[in-house]
DNA sequence: GCAATTGATGTAATAACATAACATATCCGT
DNA sequence: ACGGATATGTTATGTTATTACATCAATTGC
């Protein structure tokens, strides 16, 4: 899909989790744009519904967050799983994908003729500079 | 870890989740628990946090639910990794593990000097039954 | 036995995350 | 201009999870 021109509010949202340097939850995101005249939690979320739509915002779930998507130019995401390192010192994200697990999941989906819609995989832990 | 002996609040909980068909939310437990004396959410959270240690039962981050261990005998848990497929029309779980996808990811993350310590793997979809 | 510690429980209040419902406004094709 | 679709504003509410504090019960060390 290539994404539209995005409105006032979806901008506003990107931008906000583009220069940010981990993960935003809605609520904190909210905070930051109370001065561009954000009000409520739904202005936020109705963005990131579309940002998440758009593919070029990921939704982290186990740490109800949201994050820019760190390849936003690769066609990877049309054809493949997205995995996430998730750092639980710093708060930062590794983004990746690979073939291998893609496919071997998508093996094993299908030999128990499930259709699959959505997938998630996060991995919370330290990342190499603060596992110290 | 050898699982120790369950508390009262303990073995409800369990067992609601036991007889359940399908991932129950801590709120639906609480419900299901007010004949037995249960009146607060802490109850409910209290008594998953300790069977989420004992590893009999799993939380699924991406639907903020609760299940009981589907293999609750084996000791794939100890060593690797476990994966959910999610049916969102009838609820059920399929809970599975593949080496495969295990090694794969586990390299990738020394590859990158990251420190896992917690990692969930769920697919949304339909199963066979609903797929239709 | 008995204080001290530890783990479990009860209860109330609050925080954090997300959506429903309804009213306005803006954009766009005709 | 009109009508439909999309975006926005606002209030209220629903859902999920934790904090804080009191009480109770079992265990340990003396
Ligand atoms: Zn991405
Ligand atoms: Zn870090
Ligand atoms: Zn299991
Ligand atoms: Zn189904």
Not at 9 to 14: E, G, H, I, R
Not at 56 to 61: D, K, P, T
Not at 80 to 103: M, N, R, W
Request: charged share 25%; glycine share 4%; aromatic share 8%.
């Amino acid at each position: 899909m290539t994404t539209p021109m995005l409105t006032k509010n979806q901008s506003l949202v990107f931008d906000v989790l583009t220069k940010a340097e981990a993960p935003l939850s809605a609520y904190t995101i909210l905070d930051k744009l109370r001065d561009q005249g954000f009000r409520a939690p739904l202005q936020v979320y109705r963005a990131l519904d579309k940002l998440l739509e758009y593919g070029v915002v990921h939704r982290l779930e186990s740490i109800n967050s949201f994050v820019a998507c760190a390849h936003p130019n690769e066609d990877c995401h049309s054809h493949g799983l997205v995995a996430f390192a998730i750092c639980e010192s710093c708060g930062q994200v590794i983004e990746f994908h690979d073939h291998e697990v893609d496919h071997r999941l998508t093996d094993w989906l299908k030999s128990q003729k499930f259709k699959a819609e959505k997938s998630t995989i996060e991995i919370r832990g330290h990342c190499a500079n603060c596992a110290a």
